[in-house]
Nanobody, 121 residues
Framework: QVQLVESGGGLVQAGGSLRLSCAASGSWLSINSMGWFRQAPGKQRDLVAIMPSGGSPNYADSVKGRFTISRDNAENTLYLQMDSLKPEDTAVYYC???????????????WGQGTQVTVSS
């Protein structure tokens, strides 16, 4: 199984920056991709950025040019650098891993517990 723990959320003023981290632990055969999603109150969970293994990152249009996703494979850690934050970025941010684990056919989604990001105007 894959356990994901996010950190780095908090309260920041508009225009400020935050860096989220997601530490992965457990046992897996492969991680196909890791990414960040967010969910604002009363809204669905949406993709923010995704990093396919061996591929290029993809971003939601709303964060392109402001957010940067990166991954430290040696430390099994995913990051999200968020700059020029806006009030509409306020949400709970979730780390995701799409991974294959022993004893399970195919890949599954694994989620962290989420970290709150609040951007004040």
């Amino acid at each position: 199984q894959v356990q994901l723990v996010e950190s780095g959320g908090g309260l920041v003023q508009a225009g400020g920056s935050l860096r989220l981290s997601c530490a992965a632990s457990g046992s897996w055969l492969s991680i196909n991709s890791m990414g960040w999603f967010r969910q604002a109150p009363g809204k669905q969970r949406d993709l923010v950025a995704i990093m396919p293994s061996g591929g290029s990152p993809n971003y939601a249009d709303s964060v392109k040019g402001r957010f940067t996703i990166s991954r430290d494979n040696a430390e099994n850690t995913l990051y999200l650098q968020m700059d020029s934050l806006k009030p509409e970025d306020t949400a709970v941010y979730y780390c995701n891993a799409y991974a294959r684990v022993r004893g399970v056919i195919g890949a599954l989604d694994y989620w962290g517990q989420g970290t709150q990001v609040t951007v004040s105007s």
